[in-house]
């Protein structure tokens, strides 16, 4: 069997990730490959590693893109940085939370699972208290949590974690390149993010840095990493140091990577989060005005991701299926608790434009009156008009 060529139809990506590509980073992708080990390719390798750190706010050494998406930086944290007979604290207010406590698990090392409500954010002091009276090796949080539109503040988690000799791991899959983030002035170990969402590339790699006191950990560690592919101490040689062969570097989206790093510091990172502010307020002046309201608190929303209840009597899945086919705009749904609950509305990197919130809310007002919701015709649109004003 041949299958057919390939014709996917246009969509705007307006989910949870991924999100649109922007189209310097499609162009970059098409360039011709060069050997993994190449002296150019190791130059593109070290040009992609400086400005990751500039868009990570680090000067650790160790950061570099995993060749995988955002869970297998989460899992090189935890394998990497614990090991059996280790404690671990993870906080957990949402899907990804979760599924941090389950890879914590996989490594043999003690869990301390801190569970808070879905759309809420954790109070730190509760945090504090929990690190203080379990004084563990590693705390896992999630900056940004996807599956409800939460951000976490990290004020102070960072001070005290240095003072407990506790390792911060963070989980800013959705946070880099969309909301501030500084990880040396945040005092965080060990982040790992994606490339999908928030710097405007395809799904496939994994940023991840490591600062000082990770590495230490690493080095001290009494037995060897549970995952060959994802051990840092191997990995290391290959992005780390004398670029000895571990694996093949996946060229065309390390080519990606580094247009949509270009991309990120030729905008500007205050410009790029007031932008991501300014269309999140625009689209959800919009939203309010056609009745969906959010799931978090106006404190802790996500610019980049717009958790909304559904209405009572609008049917999910249905009115989802005709966003895509009617208008080719992709939302996402709800997870976990949220599932049948709850849209999600991404505006990640590119996508994150008032063509975006125009077009979404439009789309939105249709579908919804459709479904029988009471919304003036124009409404959304106009609302978000006058929030860009
Ligand atoms: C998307 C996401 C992940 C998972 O990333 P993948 O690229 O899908 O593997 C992890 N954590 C958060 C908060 C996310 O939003």
């Given at each position: 069997m041949i299958a057919s060529q390939l014709t996917p139809s246009t969509r705007l990506?307006?989910?949870?990730?991924?999100s649109d590509a922007h189209p310097r980073v499609l162009t970059a992708m098409t360039t011709p490959l060069l050997g993994h080990l190449d002296p150019q390719f190791l130059e593109i390798m070290t040009e992609t590693q400086a400005m990751l750190r500039e868009v990570f706010g680090t000067a650790n050494r160790l950061t570099f893109p995993i060749s995988a998406t955002g869970m297998a930086g989460m899992e090189a944290c935890f394998v990497n940085l614990l090991e059996p007979g280790d404690s671990v604290v993870v906080c957990a207010a949402g899907f990804f939370g979760v599924r941090m406590i389950d890879i914590a698990e996989r490594t043999g090392a003690k869990v301390i699972a801190l569970q808070q409500k879905w759309g809420e954010a954790f109070d730190l002091d509760r945090i504090f208290e929990v690190l203080k009276r379990e004084r563990p090796k590693a705390i896992g949080i999630v900056h940004a949590e996807t599956s409800t539109g939460v951000a976490q503040s990290l004020e102070g988690l960072g001070d005290l974690c240095r003072e407990l000799g506790t390792l911060l791991i963070v989980d800013c899959v959705t946070s880099l390149g969309c909301t501030p983030l500084k990880l040396d002035e945040l005092k965080i170990d060990a982040a790992f993010s994606c490339?999908?969402?928030?710097?405007g590339c395809p799904p496939g790699l994994s940023p991840l840095s490591f600062g000082d006191r990770a590495v230490a950990a690493l080095k001290a560690?009494?037995?060897?990493?549970?995952?060959w592919y994802l051990d840092m101490t191997a990995i290391e040689s290959y992005w780390?140091?004398?670029?000895?062969?571990?694996h093949t570097a996946p060229i065309s989206m390390i080519y990606a990577l580094r247009e949509g790093l270009r991309i990120v510091l030729e905008e500007g990172l205050e410009a790029r989060w007031a932008r991501h502010r300014r269309n999140h307020l625009a689209l959800k002046a919009g939203l309010e005005a056609i009745g969906l309201n959010y799931i978090a608190a106006p404190e802790c929303r996500l610019p980049q991701l717009n958790a909304v209840h559904i209405p009572a009597g609008v049917e999910d899945i249905p009115n989802r299926k005709r966003m895509l086919t009617d208008f080719g705009i992709e939302i996402g749904g709800g997870l976990g608790d949220f599932k049948g609950k709850a849209w999600r509305i991404g505006l990640m990197?590119?996508?994150?434009?008032p063509s975006s919130v125009f077009q979404v809310l439009a789309a939105l007002e249709v579908v919804l009156r459709g479904a029988g919701a009471k919304v003036v015709p124009g409404a959304g649109v106009a609302a978000a008009e006058s929030a860009y004003d």
């Open positions: 990506l307006l989910g949870p990730g991924p490339s999908q969402k928030g710097l560690r009494k037995t060897k990493v549970q995952s780390g140091g004398d670029r000895s062969y571990h990197g590119y996508n994150s434009k």
